[in-house]
């Protein structure tokens, strides 16, 4: 079978690979889309820690069940499904166990035709999607569902900020509080971005490179009950000042680095949360999936390209032009 | 009557006051003792917002009922009572409302011989407490409630840092925390008072000016699933480091001024929680009292002398020299 491999750092390649045979309790999924992460252009580059070389890179994936290691998976033969890209999240809720790690490195992932993945992994493929469309959920979509829902705690009625609308889990977490019936509200430093939250209802939308569009905001609105942010850096002390008393900034990244210092008085007199947030149990990737067949969540496709085109495709990621979760196809 | 106040910024003098006449609703406490808080010394050196002149001080107090200003508040005349000292916290137990203040400025306060509250404000006093004990807990003791158990989750078999042991808070967290069944470390800057807290029965305590003290806690104990600190500075990356997975670090001040920087990647990775924290609701403070009397905890006192010392009482609190509250005595 066909699989992308590091082959060396920095280096990126489509192999032949043996296809595996699955043991008891494992299944075999022939792929029929997969989607693309910063993670796997962050193992490209040597910006993740543990790389090993050889592996088959890709963490999200939706295909068919065509074999099963024993008469207990059977069943699942001949279904379409959904991937959990978790691996040993553990028991609990609150937090992965030391043993954690996610499907792509070092594990066998996504990107090459078949993947032997846990029985236990797989989830059916709800009937409004298609597999493109599917395979964009796992890793952004699981990150989104827990920092709105267990950490942010968003529900109807809540004003939530999602600064950096153009990234994956930041458009679904727009679009999960969208379907609560919260009142969303983006940031983004592109006017194409900030013009198509505003045409998917957003309340308002900020460009972050206009100084003081915090002010504004916290004039216009009153104030936030919850942030999702991924960029960390020195806005987390504007968000502190645009919060409701009580209010809850979720950050499941720091892309801009570390903030230069942390308004601790406005945060103790206002009571202010800083919630550190990362992927999400397994209790939860059968939740989210739940919760997008229920309210017929499709995701924001930027580009389904030929699985032969995956490396010009994790280009076209890193240059992070478009909107929307880039799929390859097989 | 008499009372202090302060007559110019920076100077504090007991002088005369009439008497107040409870209207409905209130009552009038005849004072027996009064604590004294950083607050108090806070808005003597100007470092509090809004300061007014020549209103009472104090926050904290406990007393006799000796006069009611309806037949509705008969029944607590002769009563022993401790007193609440939020006003307008409001109705959210999540967060204060933009018209709290605390007792003792601008609304007159408990350092006088009288002091006129509302008959919601009171709780009797428990039993196993004189007037002296009681007087310690109000403003300390509730922020610290709050601190523990609706921001730090504290309960059983858990393992809590309280940071600063020298402080009122620091101390009350330490037994409100050991009352719980929890494990407590403390750290301190000096070695009578961590002496203290292995005596209290703290399982570890650490000299936060000795270099790397937070590496042995965390070799030893496993990490801390709460820290309560008040501190702040960049000590707050020290504690993410010793933080078990999903720990919360809850803090209500920042004396010592901001962090140059914060480890967001740890925090995101590690599900860590940052929690701003002030005071407590109205319904804490009576859960609070309740505490205190089902455990029957007593205050740590550093200092009981008589009212007419109470500005020398107060330099010896800034002098910060003294384990325990300091109150005083009418």
Redesign the interface.
């Known amino acids: 079978m066909k699989a992308l491999v590091l082959t060396k750092p920095g280096n990126l390649q489509i192999v032949e690979k043996e296809k595996p045979t699955p043991q008891q309790a494992e299944v075999l999924v022939k792929l029929k889309a997969a989607a693309l992460n910063k993670r796997d252009q962050f193992i490209r580059e040597g910006k993740y820690p543990n790389i090993q070389l050889d592996s088959i890179l890709g963490s999200d994936g939706a295909g068919e069940v065509v074999e099963a290691g024993s008469s207990k998976e059977k069943k699942w033969v001949g279904k379409q499904v959904i991937i959990n890209p978790n691996i040993n999240w553990g028991d609990?809720d609150?937090?992965?166990s030391r043993e954690y790690t996610i499907l792509g490195m070092p594990t066998n992932g996504t990107f090459a035709e078949y993947v032997l993945v846990g029985a236990d992994r797989l989830v059916e493929k709800p009937k409004h999607l298609s597999s493109e469309e599917s395979a964009a959920f796992p890793l952004a979509g699981l990150t989104a569902y827990r920092a709105c829902f267990h950490?942010g705690k968003i529900s109807e009625g809540k004003n939530v900020l999602i600064s950096g609308f153009g990234g994956g889990v930041a458009q679904f977490a727009f679009q999960f509080a969208k379907a609560t019936g919260a009142n969303v509200f983006v940031t983004s430093g592109s006017e194409s971005k900030l013009e198509q939250a505003l045409k998917m209802g957003a309340s308002a939308a900020y460009n972050y490179k206009s100084k003081d569009w915090f002010k504004n905001s916290w004039q216009s609105k009153g104030g936030f009950d919850v942030v999702i942010d991924s960029a960390?850096g020195d806005q987390?002390n504007d968000f502190i000042k645009v919060m409701k008393?009580?209010g809850r900034i979720v950050?499941?990244?720091?892309t801009n680095g570390?903030?230069?210092?942390?308004?601790?008085?406005?945060?103790?007199?206002?009571?202010?949360?800083?919630?550190?947030?990362?992927m999400g149990s397994d209790k939860e990737f059968i939740e989210m999936v739940k919760f997008v067949d229920k309210h017929k969540i499709k995701p924001i496709i930027g580009l389904v390209t030929p699985y032969e085109n995956i490396v010009k495709a994790l280009d076209e990621m890193a240059a992070n032009r478009k909107t929307g979760k880039i799929v390859v196809k097989f």
Chains 1, 2 share one sequence.
């Not at 950050?251 to 720091?254: D, L, P, R, S």
């Not at 230069?260 to 990362?278: C, E, P, V």
């Open positions: 609990n609150e937090v992965q950490h960390g987390i008393p009580s950050f499941y990244g720091a570390l903030p230069s210092s942390l308004d601790m008085y406005r945060m103790f007199w206002n009571q202010i949360t800083l919630q550190g947030s990362t």
